[in-house]
């Protein structure tokens, strides 16, 4: 069988192209509907964006989920999300997980004080990331 015919069947693990699967579509659509402040369709589609084979897609994919959450109001989901996606960062090494951390912090801060938030911060303040994105976050 040929790759379009497995992609059509189902059976494939990648697109014909062989580069992009239903979770990569799902992570690029979450950043989209994200970037367009479409909070609740982010959601949705970062939900279904973690594959479990490539961390570092996963965390980028966490985050997106968690700023999602945070955007739609949801504070509690939002840093509960954001420190799964910590768990995940913890092995990786990378500017762009520090710039999606940041973008986060800088995001919960403009949402307001909150419980949850005074929480969370208390319990990451000693992650490497969370230490590398304090250069990041404007004052």
Not at 32 to 60: I, K, L, T, W
Not at 62 to 74: E, I, K, Q, Y
Request: proline content about 1%.
């Amino acid at each position: 069988m040929r790759p379009r015919e497995r992609w059509r069947a189902g059976t494939a693990t990648t697109s014909p192209n062989g580069s992009f699967d239903e979770t990569e579509l799902a992570a690029e659509a979450a950043h989209c509907f994200r970037d367009v402040n479409s909070a609740r369709q982010a959601v949705a589609h970062a939900e279904n964006a973690m594959s479990g084979n490539h961390v570092r897609s996963d965390f980028f994919a966490t985050m997106v989920l968690a700023d999602a959450h945070l955007r739609a109001g949801d504070v509690e989901e939002a840093c509960r999300v954001a420190l799964d996606a910590l768990d995940l960062g913890e092995q990786l090494k990378s500017a762009r997980c520090v710039s999606y951390l940041a973008e986060f912090r800088q995001d919960l801060t403009a949402v307001g004080d909150s419980a949850d938030a005074r929480a969370f911060t208390k319990q990451v303040r000693e992650h490497r990331l969370w230490i590398a994105s304090d250069a990041h976050v404007a004052v």
